[in-house]
């Protein structure tokens, strides 16, 4: 049987993984809830998407549900098992230029890091790409630098 899965998301009570499928012969939508047993707040959410994935009851399912997906979706549980709102969950998913990110723990840099290199392919050319230009040559105009207060007082000749 083939399924194509179309939207996926999370359960918080019990906690579970949300999948709407469709069959790709029939083309019934269907919705699947799959529950995450023997997951904790300590539970490492790679390992359980993972494990997830590889299930031969859920094997066929989430075929077209990349792994990446689903470990997020495992880390939004165990967010929540820690007492953490979804908002919270999800805002460490994304990226601001404007974020420090030598002041977070390993985990959010972990998460922030993998958001980065995906948004990195993603926007990547490859040789194969036909808009790609071998040594692309761009022009940035310079901004004009603002004067500093120490650069007037100093008289050293340097």
């Known amino acids: 049987m083939s399924f194509e899965a179309k939207r996926c998301g ?10 709407i499928y469709q069959h790709k012969e029939t083309k019934d939508v269907r919705k699947r809830i799959i529950p995450v047993r023997n997951f ?5 959410c790679s390992m359980a998407a993972e494990g997830l994935k590889n299930h031969p009851r859920h094997r066929d399912y989430l075929e077209g549900v990349s792994q990446s997906q689903l470990e997020k979706l495992h880390i939004i549980l165990r967010d929540h098992m820690q007492g953490l709102s ?6 460490s998913f994304r990226l601001d230029p404007d974020e420090d990110l030598n002041q977070l723990d390993d985990d959010k840099l972990a998460r922030k890091k993998g958001k980065m290199d995906e948004l990195f392919e993603k926007n990547r050319k490859h040789k194969d790409d036909p808009d790609f230009v071998y040594d692309l040559e761009m022009d940035f105009t310079k901004t004009t630098q603002e004067k500093c207060s120490w650069d007037e007082e100093s008289n050293d000749g340097f």
């Open 86 to 91: 979804l908002e919270h969950s999800l805002a």
């Open 10 to 19: 999370v359960q918080f009570s019990p906690p579970s993984i949300v999948l």
């Open 40 to 44: 904790s707040k300590y539970s490492d």
